[in-house]
């Protein structure tokens, strides 16, 4: 570097290089500087401190007390600086406390039950999972990464795509003996629909109206829910009609607690789930990156 930036650890690295070598010329060559402009950059860190750290005289260089202890106190900065840059850097081992928000299908079925594997690989890194389907702001919240479920919005953070669920509509055996099966999307209008007590991007369910074209269904009922979990469980008590991602219920299908309904009129649209981050540069902590690539590697929809 042809000349160092006046700063508290530019002052302290100065200082300790011009204690290690004896002298101002010899530190100021390793930082290509003057041995005036060193001189002055230690006694400007004098003038800051209040105190003398070195006396100067014609053949050496003599700490004061007051310069031993700052000198002993630098060295362990510098070093604890270095250590701090070792382990943000890219490609340095994963450690570190990892914060994820999820929603809660996703954190339920998807990502808990792949922390344990995690741990193992990285047993240097300590995830804090916060659960819920309101869209949070990552830094805000501080967030390292936030699962998302449905169209992205434009905005500066980066994302992963994890994968895509099919959407479904389902409802609970004993509601459709109380209430029959709805052979067509209008027939949904004598139906209990469950929603969600949030804004979605995507409010209505979409169906295909038999003549290439699609038709909106706006669920209307008697229970809004904070999340889709929520939703599962009130559909499994038979409390509505639901709409939700096929891996969130595939297990209650294949037991029978949930059954798909109006198959015919399903327009086929998949929901993305994205892995979304804040980075700059291309620049990623290892923690982040290293649950990143897990999550890509494991997750399964």
């Known amino acids: 570097m042809s000349r160092l930036d006046v700063n508290r650890s530019g002052e302290m690295e100065v ?36 105190v003398r750290l070195i006396n100067r005289s014609t053949r050496k260089l003599q700490l004061t007390p007051e310069g031993a202890a700052f000198y002993e106190r630098a060295l362990r900065i510098l070093d604890e600086m270095a250590t701090a840059e070792r382990e943000a850097a890219v490609g340095a081992t994963p450690s570190g406390v990892l914060r994820v928000n999820t929603s809660v299908p996703f954190g339920l079925h998807r990502l808990l039950p792949l ?7 990285f047993p ?3 995830v804090e999972v916060s659960l819920t ?15 998302r479920v449905g169209p992205m919005r434009q905005s500066r953070l980066l994302a992963r795509k994890l994968g895509e669920s099919a959407m479904v509509v389902v409802a609970a055996p004993i509601y459709l003996a109380e209430r029959g099966t709805p052979q067509t999307p209008a ?7 469950l929603g969600f007590c949030f804004t979605k991007q995507i409010a209505g369910w979409p169906f295909r109206d038999g003549s290439g074209g699609v038709v909106t269904v706006q669920p209307a009922g008697n229970a809004l ?3 889709g979990e929520a939703m599962r469980h009130l559909a499994i008590a038979g409390a509505g009609v639901a709409r939700l991602t096929r891996f969130h219920i595939a297990p209650d299908i294949e037991a029978g607690r949930l ?21 700059h540069g291309g620049q990623l902590p290892a923690r982040v990156r290293a649950l990143l690539d897990y999550l890509v590697e494991n997750v399964k929809l």
Do not use: Y
């Not at 389907?133 to 699962?147: G, K």
């Not at 086929?268 to 979304?276: C, Q, R, S």
């Open 115 to 121: 922390l344990p594997g995690f741990a193992k690989r």
């Open 15 to 50: 200082f300790v290089r011009v204690v290690e070598l004896g002298g101002f010329s010899t530190a100021a060559r390793t930082f290509r500087m003057t041995p005036s402009a060193v001189s002055k950059l230690v006694a400007r860190l004098e003038a800051r401190l209040g």
């Open 187 to 193: 027939e949904l209008a004598d139906h209990n629909l």
């Open 133 to 147: 389907d309101t869209v949070v702001d990552l830094l805000e919240e501080r967030a390292d990464v936030a699962i």
């Open 124 to 126: 240097g890194i300590r």
């Open 259 to 279: 059954l798909p309904l109006l198959e015919n009129f399903n327009p086929g649209d998949l929901e993305a789930i994205h892995a979304v981050f804040v980075g």
């Open 225 to 227: 829910v904070s999340d």
